[in-house]
């Protein structure tokens, strides 16, 4: 009994290619494959767009630290203002005191009225009445339109 046995049995599929053989074996170096003149472009457009960027940026961040100390000296002097502001309100609260008022007025040789003396108001004179213009006048009973 001597039979062969087929080790690939038939699928219906057809046989599979033999692998192509690789034209550089593995573990060698491949050789470097070389970029183009348009390959170099690209690069340096893109390094140029990222250095105009920084640049950008970089202005960006001047401008914002120099308007930062511009409002640091303004808050500054907002405060001095106000604080200003609140010695000169105090200042004429204290000016405009009625006792320091009748000792200043005093010292000028002004002194107080004793009599209050209201000023005489004109009165108004009704104007005269006219009268109504003459001629026929429409009345309820005369009026057009009523039975």
Same mark, same amino acid.
């Given at each position: 009994?001597? =039979? ?7 699928? /219906? !599929? ?36 990222? =250095? ?14 120099? !308007? ?13 203002? =106000?604080? !200003? ?59 057009? /339109?009523?039975?």
């Amino acid at each position: 009994m001597s =039979a062969l046995v087929n080790p690939f049995p038939s699928t /219906g !599929q057809p046989a599979p290619h033999p692998p192509v053989p690789r034209r550089f074996p593995r573990g060698v170096p491949t050789p470097a494959r070389r970029v183009g003149p348009t390959g170099w472009g690209f690069v340096v457009a893109c390094a140029g767009m990222l =250095a105009t960027a920084l640049l950008g940026l970089l202005g960006l961040n001047v401008a914002i630290s120099s !308007q930062s100390f511009t409002v640091d000296s303004l808050e500054s002097r907002r405060t001095l203002v =106000a604080e !200003q502001r609140d010695a000169l309100r105090v200042e004429v609260a204290r000016l405009g005191a009625p006792q320091l008022l009748d000792t200043r007025a005093r010292a000028l040789g002004m002194v107080p009225g004793d009599v209050r003396v209201p000023l005489p108001t004109p009165t108004p004179t009704p104007a005269p009445a006219q009268s109504p213009p003459a001629g026929p006048t429409a009345t309820a009973e005369t009026a057009p /339109g009523t039975p």
